[in-house]
């Protein structure tokens, strides 16, 4: 449902071109969880927000073609490219207490999708926040709901993004390293909640992350990415019996490496 | 709440109330010329005087609350609609917007704003309208150069980017999550202007170019005072007092708000 071909991302920064990308391919199956994973700076983030055309404005597209259900989003007008985000292409983002607006409760802040994209009336768009505060095993969501995000822990907050984000019942979620910011046993939660969210929701999971643990538990498929280019790319099970590339060997010893002592 | 904010919020609050209740509360008609007692210096009938046409000075000054305390508002809320709508603009768009649009407040910087003010007032008519959107349209750039640093440094934040994620439009983005991030500032500076543009009514009035009599004005209380100051010192003193203690209550405000937020402005 998702296919990037041959991206390249280049940053101009005062004039000195960054390569970020050198022509990455990967695509998203339906109902499929695929992990991206790799060093910092390898581009899994570039190739996240390239998707919905999220990048700063330093950076360019120089070529590459993203299609999305049969649309090219790189060529989409913008107003188009706007019902596209949020609603059929969701993101959760790695610092859950900055993603969230310091200013408004988090309830209001889920309520926004409701009614950017569905139009809800506000009592129902209420009624439905309350629902998917509990959906995200949040228990007194009613509380909760007139919280600000610097009054709830790193592990709630992310529960409301994960809220947040599927507001709108997104086709393709964009997890870009959402536990790394979390303690271990938050980040199981988390995960497990994604994990069911999942299933129940019937979403395709892009999920980001530097930790090939996180990757054994959740992946169908790992893309394995190295200095802005996808070096291996796998069902899941090859990945951790037979690595082809050095750089994914590397990973897969790091985390033994962190298993065993 | 400190008590700096208090106090400004005390005195602020006592006077706008004195300007709003001023038909009940003063004690004549601020324009009855009573020719029987010409300059009386402060007595029982007459707590603060009058003046040379035996007007009486505490109603003059409560009448001149309300025009005082409105040009104050209305001209910074003026300025405060075109600060906020162009900083906003040039902050969040950037390039040309941004150019065009600081470019044109350097150019209002570069006047001296009083001389700008006489002589447009000197060519239309010195009304109160014109008076107010003159003094707003001549104060904005400050405002403008504030909130579009403020958003220049905000709409780099996460959260702006996860409202552009869950599709939200420019104006939303800007008026939804960046304004409100933005404005603690400027309500701090707005303050700051009231009491600015109370000043410089007061002068424009002092040069006879401000409110026309007989609408009393602070300015223009002050300005017939001056011919007969040598006798009736009253009637300098408490109009200037009245601007004194105003400016005072919005500086007070204004520091108060910024410590109570803890900026550094």
């Given at each position: 449902m998702l296919k990037i071909s041959n991206l390249h991302v280049h940053f101009d920064l005062d004039g000195t071109i960054v390569k970020a990308l050198c022509g990455v391919t990967l695509g998203v199956n339906l109902k499929e969880t695929l992990v991206v994973a790799g060093e910092s700076g390898s581009g899994k983030t570039v190739t996240a927000l390239a998707v919905t055309r999220?990048?700063?404005?330093?950076?360019?597209?120089t070529s590459g073609e993203i299609y999305f259900n049969g649309k090219n989003l790189l060529l989409l007008e913008e107003d188009a490219l706007r019902k596209v985000r949020g609603k059929e292409i969701a993101y959760i983002f790695q610092e859950p207490g900055s993603f969230l607006n310091p200013v408004y409760m988090v309830g209001d802040q889920i309520m926004e999708s409701f009614l950017l994209h569905q139009g809800l009336p506000r009592v129902e768009a209420f009624a439905e926040t309350l629902r998917l505060l509990e959906l995200v095993k949040i228990k007194d969501s009613r509380r909760v709901f007139f919280n600000?995000?610097?009054?709830?822990?790193g592990g709630m907050n992310q529960r409301v993004g994960i809220a947040m984000s599927l507001a709108c019942r997104p086709k393709l979620l964009i997890a870009d390293e959402?536990?790394?910011?979390?303690?271990v046993t938050t980040e199981t939660q988390i995960l497990d909640l994604l994990c069911e969210l999942k299933s129940s929701f019937g979403f395709s999971l892009l999920f980001i992350t530097h930790n090939l643990s996180i990757a054994r538990r959740i992946a169908d498929r790992i893309c394995v990415m190295y200095k802005g280019q996808v070096v291996e790319e796998a069902d899941a099970e090859r990945i951790f019996c037979s690595p082809q590339h050095f750089h994914t060997k590397e990973l897969i010893h790091a985390y033994q490496t962190i298993g065993t002592q | 709440m400190n008590k700096l904010l208090l106090v400004g919020i005390a005195i602020i609050g006592f006077l706008s109330a004195a300007a709003i209740l001023a038909p009940f509360i003063?004690?004549?008609?601020?324009?009855?010329?009573?020719?029987?007692?010409?300059?009386?210096?402060?007595?029982?009938?007459h707590p603060l005087g009058t003046d040379g046409l035996g007007r009486d000075l505490l109603s003059r000054i409560i009448y001149g609350a309300r025009i005082s305390l409105g040009i104050g508002i209305i001209a910074v809320g003026i300025s405060l609609c075109i600060g906020v709508i162009a900083g906003s603009v040039a902050g969040y768009f950037g390039g040309l917007a941004d150019s065009i649009i600081m470019r044109s407040a350097d150019i209002m910087l570069c006047f001296p704003t009083f001389f700008l003010i006489l002589a447009t007032v000197a060519v239309l008519e010195p009304s109160i309208i014109n008076i107010m959107v003159i003094i707003g349209l001549t104060s904005w750039m400050g405002i403008a150069r504030l909130i579009r640093s403020e958003i220049l440094s905000l709409r780099e934040r996460e959260f702006i980017q996860a409202a552009k994620a869950i599709g939200a439009s420019h104006y939303g983005i800007i008026c939804r999550h960046l304004l409100p991030n933005a404005l603690g500032p400027v309500f701090v500076n707005a303050t700051l202007g009231i009491a600015g543009a109370i000043l410089l009514e007061s002068a424009l009035s002092f040069l006879g170019l401000g409110v026309q009599p007989p609408v009393p004005s602070w300015g223009n209380i002050l300005i017939e005072s001056k011919a007969t100051l040598g006798v009736a010192w009253w009637i300098t003193l408490f109009p200037g007092l009245a601007i004194f203690v105003t400016i005072l209550g919005f500086n007070f405000i204004a520091e108060g708000l910024r410590k109570h937020w803890g900026y550094n402005a």
């Open positions: 999220l990048l700063p404005a330093a950076a360019r597209v600000y995000p610097h009054q709830l822990s959402p536990t790394t910011a979390l303690d | 003063s004690p004549y008609e601020p324009s009855l010329i009573d020719s029987a007692s010409l300059l009386m210096p402060p007595s029982y009938a």
